[in-house]
């Protein structure tokens, strides 16, 4: 098989969302040749949604060296942008503010706004939400919603807008905040956005109704996540996220075994992609099951692997000590709860492990 039947056959399961199958291809494609920008892109986003980081990552830059060439100065800082996100999700700060610095500096260079100023909007938001300066927060994201719509880029808007959502919600604006977020909502489910932004956005979605306890938009969006994940076979880097929400909402209804087997296939997923954020919220998924199932060996264990994993995360303070309080406290048969129900607090959810106010991971 020459180069371009592979490459054809790439492109053609890269539209039909068999992602390994696509990676497979294109890469036998570029081996013989290297790939045209266009094609690269394809290559690293199917990379990224089968778990291989490390070549997603490589991929990506190279996509960025190729525009640079090509004197696409714009979509060269689209690929900085990115790059600086994954390894924002990977706990390396410095190198990902190296990338939204070279990404700021390429669009100096330019004389006409373009929808890339929005997407370097959003780690501002963020920034702004760490510190707690919740109104900074609101307005870079309305900005990035603004350019988005003047652009008509789907994913800087629907991005952007969930972001409103999450800072309305932090604000204790509730009903606002939720209606901002099922609107970006409206755009995941009906298929407008990009997989990764799609991906990324069903998990950001889901993490903010755990943060105020809503499980039951949770558990719908869980629900539709993994609809979307069953669509993909294929697919590594967001089905492991979903099995992660998914065995948090089994423990919290008392299906404790299913919350144990969703839980540990999610710990298999996240590792294979690396993901360690969600890993550790997934060990402490199953931490937090044997606790409450009394096998304190297996949940001590659990809550190590836990702490281990988020303390290479450069995420900020790890609350796996939660569970684990409520945990030795069992050990030393000193009742965690009163009142006969066995259950975590929802406020102690395991999830929270992996819970930070960005975009997912």
């Known amino acids: 098989m020459d180069e371009t039947d592979q490459l054809a056959l790439g492109g053609d399961a890269y539209e039909e969302r068999a992602w390994d199958d696509a990676y497979r291809f294109l890469s036998l494609a570029d081996e013989a040749a290297p790939l045209a920008?266009?094609?690269?892109?394809?290559?690293?986003?199917?990379?990224?949604?089968?778990?291989?980081?490390?070549?997603?990552?490589?991929?990506?830059?190279?996509?960025?060296?190729?525009?640079?060439?090509?004197?696409?100065?714009?979509?060269?800082?689209?690929?900085?942008?990115?790059?600086?996100?994954?390894?924002?999700?990977?706990?390396?700060?410095?190198?990902?503010?190296?990338?939204?610095?070279?990404?700021?500096r390429l669009l100096e260079r330019e004389p006409d706004d373009c929808a890339e100023q929005g997407y370097l909007m959003l780690p501002h938001v963020e920034?702004?939400?760490?510190s707690g300066n919740l109104e900074s927060a609101y307005a870079a994201a309305s900005g990035a919603v603004e350019i988005g719509e003047r652009f008509a880029d789907a994913d800087l808007v629907a991005c952007a807008r969930h972001l409103q959502g999450r800072v309305l919600l932090r604000q204790r604006r509730t009903a606002e905040g939720f209606a901002l977020l099922d609107e970006a909502m409206i755009s995941v489910t009906a298929g407008?956005?990009?997989?990764?932004?799609?991906?990324?956005?069903?998990?950001?979605?889901?993490?903010?109704?755990?943060?105020?306890?809503?499980?039951?938009?949770?558990?719908?969006?869980?629900?539709?996540?993994?609809?979307?994940?069953?669509?993909?076979?294929?697919?590594?880097?967001?089905?492991?996220t979903c099995l992660?929400?998914?065995?948090?909402?089994?423990?919290?209804?008392?299906?404790?075994?299913?919350?144990?087997?969703?839980?540990?296939?999610?710990?298999?997923?996240?590792?294979?992609?690396?993901?360690?954020?969600?890993?550790?919220?997934?060990?402490?998924?199953?931490?937090?099951v044997h606790r409450l199932r009394g096998d304190f060996d297996a949940a001590e264990q659990a809550y190590r692997s836990a702490s281990q994993i988020w303390l290479r995360t450069a995420?900020?303070?790890?609350?796996?000590?939660v569970g684990r309080k409520a945990h030795r406290c069992c050990c030393g048969h000193i009742p965690a709860r009163h009142g006969g129900d066995d259950r975590p607090s929802e406020a102690h959810s395991a999830a929270a492990c992996s819970r930070r106010d960005h975009v997912g991971g």
């Not at 407008?192 to 932004?197: I, N, T, Y």
């Not at 909402?249 to 075994?257: C, D, E, H």
């Open 127 to 130: 920034q702004h939400l760490a």
């Open 192 to 240: 407008e956005l990009s997989p990764l932004l799609t991906g990324l956005i069903y998990c950001s979605v889901i993490e903010a109704c755990q943060q105020v306890h809503d499980l039951g938009r949770a558990r719908e969006w869980t629900s539709a996540l993994g609809r979307w994940c069953a669509k993909q076979p294929q697919l590594i880097s967001f089905s492991g």
């Open 37 to 104: 920008v266009d094609d690269l892109e394809r290559l690293a986003m199917s990379a990224y949604l089968t778990g291989r980081d490390e070549e997603y990552l490589r991929v990506l830059e190279r996509t960025h060296r190729a525009y640079l060439d090509a004197g696409k100065c714009h979509r060269a800082a689209r690929c900085a942008f990115w790059l600086g996100l994954r390894l924002v999700f990977r706990g390396e700060m410095a190198q990902a503010a190296g990338w939204f610095g070279r990404a700021h």
């Open 244 to 288: 992660m929400h998914r065995a948090e909402i089994k423990r919290l209804s008392g299906a404790w075994q299913d919350a144990i087997d969703e839980a540990q296939q999610a710990v298999e997923r996240l590792t294979r992609s690396n993901n360690r954020k969600d890993t550790a919220g997934a060990w402490y998924q199953l931490a937090e």
């Open 315 to 321: 995420a900020g303070p790890c609350p796996v000590a």
